[in-house]
């Protein structure tokens, strides 16, 4: 055999081999995202910080107060008491705390950064800290939410659930983007999201952490050093998934946790977002992020130049013609089906959503090969820099354990 024939076959099995992964992934979201999560012995915080009145913002922190989880605490944190946020929580709390499960609802306060402390983290993981250094010990394990989603009664549950097995370090959902209008800059960030999404599932090394939706054991926090390399970092979630893997321990991914978030973007918010989220995968996860380039741009030249040889090979009558169209339909199909895959996952997950979901599902399915396209765009435009703004403020990001912050402005 030729070198071209190793080459060829090497791409058909690898695509074969990918598209088997991403099954498994669907049929784990499949079994599991229904089932009733009757364990809950661990004494849980849950810490959702906020800043602002986001859309929804009653609706959304109404289903922290609405929790099936009998054996959780509920606390808010803001920056400071002139948000928005901070009166509406208030009122919040008098209105349900006494209907609710949680056991005690706190609103805090906890001053900006470098205010009282010496710290060089982004704002959110501040007021994070600032609650755990208030935690007693009774408490067992630490949940963290953010305000823009709005979570089902069993979506504690289910957050916890892994952590009852020592070889998982730590647990979390993911997000769903449902585009509020469908402008196409809207639909390309629930696509392009979806495509990572669909990455998740049982014992995988994609599974990571995202800060609106994850837990883990306050033993296990302690352990990874979390409080420590909280103090100089940008990225909650990252940070987090990057101290519990170099342990050497599991991040559980939990179906039952992947909440809609409702967006509404232009390109240039869109072209913003991404880059910041690759910027930061780039730092924290250099692996994923370079996995996530090399993919990206093979799934490309699988298609486009795969499909470039087969015409050039039909047109000469080359002798091994077949192989050379083998390439390409294989690489077409498997992307095709993987946008099947995860758009029929989504749609038995996120079911009340469905009819908002339609544009989004129907541009993913036709429009594969140009989403693909994208995200490298999204992925190379990464590749250089360091800085970032995030809520207003500039960041620096020197490694994984270290964060300058720029200015507040």
């Not at 901070?86 to 919040?92: I, M, R, V």
């Not at 935690?135 to 305000?147: G, H, N, P, Q, Y």
């Not at 970092?233 to 101290?243: E, G, H, I, Q, W």
Request: net charge positive.
């Amino acid at each position: 055999m030729e070198l071209y024939h190793y080459i060829a076959l090497a791409a058909i099995i690898s695509q074969l081999l990918f598209l088997l992964q991403t099954y498994k992934n669907y049929r784990f979201a499949m079994n599991r995202y229904e089932r009733n999560r009757t364990w809950q012995d661990l004494r849980t915080l849950l810490i959702v910080p906020c800043k602002g009145l986001e859309p929804d913002f009653q609706k959304n922190i109404s289903s922290f107060f609405n929790q099936d989880y009998e054996n959780y605490l509920l606390w808010f944190v803001v920056s400071d008491k002139s948000d928005a946020a901070y009166n509406e929580l208030c009122k919040l709390k008098n209105q349900l705390s006494q209907t609710s499960k949680a056991h005690d609802v706190q609103i805090f306060v906890a001053g900006t950064v470098g205010q009282e402390t010496n710290r060089a983290c982004s704002q959110k993981i501040h007021n994070l800290l600032y609650c755990y250094e208030k935690i007693s010990d009774d408490v067992e394990a630490l949940a963290f939410a953010d305000s823009d989603i709005c979570v089902p009664q069993s979506w504690l549950s289910n957050l916890v659930w892994p952590l009852r097995k020592s070889e998982f370090g730590a647990s979390s959902g993911y997000r769903w983007f449902i585009p509020k209008t469908n402008n196409l800059a809207s639909i390309a960030l629930s696509v392009v999201n979806a495509k990572i999404a669909q990455l998740l599932g049982g014992n995988t090394q994609f599974n990571q952490a995202w800060g609106g939706s994850m837990a883990i054991r306050k033993d296990v926090f302690r352990q990874v050093g979390l409080d420590k390399i909280w103090q100089k970092a940008l990225s909650d979630d990252f940070s987090l998934t990057y101290a519990v893997k170099n342990a050497g321990l599991q991040m559980g991914f939990c179906p039952g946790c992947l909440v809609a978030s409702y967006e509404s973007t232009t390109w240039r918010e869109l072209f913003e977002f991404a880059r910041r989220q690759f910027l930061i995968t780039r730092i924290y996860a250099p692996g994923t992020w370079w996995f996530g380039l090399f993919s990206s741009l093979y799934s490309i030249l699988g298609l486009w130049a795969g499909t470039v040889l087969a015409i050039y090979a039909v047109t000469i009558q080359h002798k091994h013609t077949t192989l050379f169209i083998t390439v390409p339909v294989v690489f077409f199909a498997g992307q095709l089906i993987r946008a099947i895959q995860r758009q029929t996952m989504i749609s038995k997950l996120l079911k009340k959503d469905l009819p908002q979901m339609k544009a989004a599902i129907i541009a993913d399915i036709l429009g594969f090969w140009a989403w693909s396209i994208l995200l490298l765009a999204f992925i190379i435009s990464s590749a250089f820099g360091r800085t970032i703004r995030w809520r207003g403020i500039r960041y620096k990001l020197l490694s994984p354990a270290e964060t300058i912050v720029i200015d507040s402005r």
